[in-house]
């Protein structure tokens, strides 16, 4: 009897093992591999080793991951990138991403079924909801050139595979451009004053000092007409005339209309810029150059010609324009899209 009740308690003891083991193998089985990566801000986050599913809330940077191959990786995105023009004809297969938000909100049960492997945004508010659904959120935003690189690095970690590579050869792109550009520059010469005007809707939001605007501004040979400081920043009429430019660029709009609005406004149509026909629409491509723009290495070379046309004779945009597109996106523009893209227009205009 006692051999017996030995066997029975041996018998449950085996099978709790080989359930036990089962189970620990089951959860390794299921455990995802992480990897971790560190955000703009100094943040740690813990994301899988393999990302296959990228939700990216933020605009800019989803032109960051076409540069880097990645764009079959985004399963959600804004739509804002889904409606712009250059972007979608680059690559249409955008316009099936989702877009998670109901007007600026975001909405959390659509972002979670999206299934991401990691969210990718610059607004503090959209990461902490990302957070709370127990997502890995990764905050690229930057405002800098140095910035920019960094993002672009960091953006590449993320995606893996051939990006990396991709992302340091843009890097050496926009370091190279920046160089050919201060070369260029040597020497005396003079500074026109700058005025950038954010957009067409809103003559009075434009770019002060320290930002990305006025580093590209002032790399490119120019001077900020402003002495104020800060990224969209609201200034007054008189601040503006004042301050009289030599030069505006306008941003999100083509040149043609930049000049048509700025000559219809009483105030700004007394500016020397406006008198002398000098306002132009900032290129806009796959995102508008000017800012949050990875094809920013382009920006500071239209920027030096534009305000230093006899040191940048030799300086062809359209060639210039034609072969990042060409490197970076792997697609042929054709000269005439070209020039739509240096104009701030769209396809078709």
């Not at 998670?100 to 610059?122: C, H, R, W, Y």
């Not at 406006?274 to 995102?287: A, D, E, I, L, M």
């Not at 920013?296 to 072969?323: C, G, M, S």
């Amino acid at each position: 009897m006692k051999k017996m009740i030995i066997r029975i308690i041996l018998l449950i003891g085996m099978v709790i093992s080989v359930v036990g083991l089962s189970s620990c193998h089951s959860r390794s089985a299921t455990t995802v591999p992480t990897r971790t990566v560190v955000d703009m801000t100094g943040k740690k986050v813990k994301i899988p080793q393999k990302v296959t599913r990228v939700a990216d809330l933020w605009h800019a940077n989803n032109q960051v991951v076409l540069l880097l191959g990645g764009q079959q990786k985004l399963v959600a995105t804004t739509e804002l990138i889904k409606a712009q023009p250059w972007f979608t004809k680059i690559d249409p297969e955008i316009k099936k991403a989702v877009s998670p938000f109901s007007g600026a909100d975001i909405q959390s049960e659509a972002l979670i079924k999206t299934k991401p492997d990691v969210v990718i945004s610059a607004d503090s508010g959209q990461l902490k909801i990302a957070n709370n659904a127990k997502l890995p959120a990764v905050n690229a935003m930057y405002q800098d050139f140095s910035g920019l690189k960094r993002s672009i690095k960091l953006t590449a970690t993320i995606l893996g595979g051939e990006a990396p590579k991709i992302a340091k050869s843009y890097n050496k792109t926009l370091d190279h451009n920046l160089a050919v550009v201060k070369k260029q520059l040597t020497g005396q010469y003079q500074r026109p004053r700058i005025l950038h005007i954010v957009n067409p809707t809103n003559l009075n939001q434009v770019d002060g000092r320290k930002t990305i605007v006025d580093q590209w501004i002032r790399a490119a040979g120019g001077t900020n007409a402003l002495k104020q400081t800060g990224n969209m920043i609201s200034v007054t009429t008189e601040q503006l005339i004042k301050a009289d430019p030599t030069i505006i660029i306008v941003g999100n709009t083509s040149s043609a209309n930049a000049l048509k609005v700025l000559r219809r406004n009483p105030a700004f149509s007394q500016l020397t810029a406006v008198k002398r026909g000098r306002v132009y629409g900032n290129p806009q491509g796959t995102f508008p150059w000017d800012r949050y723009s990875a094809e920013e290495a382009l920006q500071v070379l239209w920027a030096a010609k534009l305000f230093h046309p006899n040191r940048f004779k030799q300086l062809n945009l359209v060639t210039q324009t034609q072969a990042f597109y060409k490197r970076y996106y792997h697609y042929q523009l054709s000269i005439h899209d070209a020039k739509l893209i240096l104009a701030g227009k769209n396809p078709g205009e």
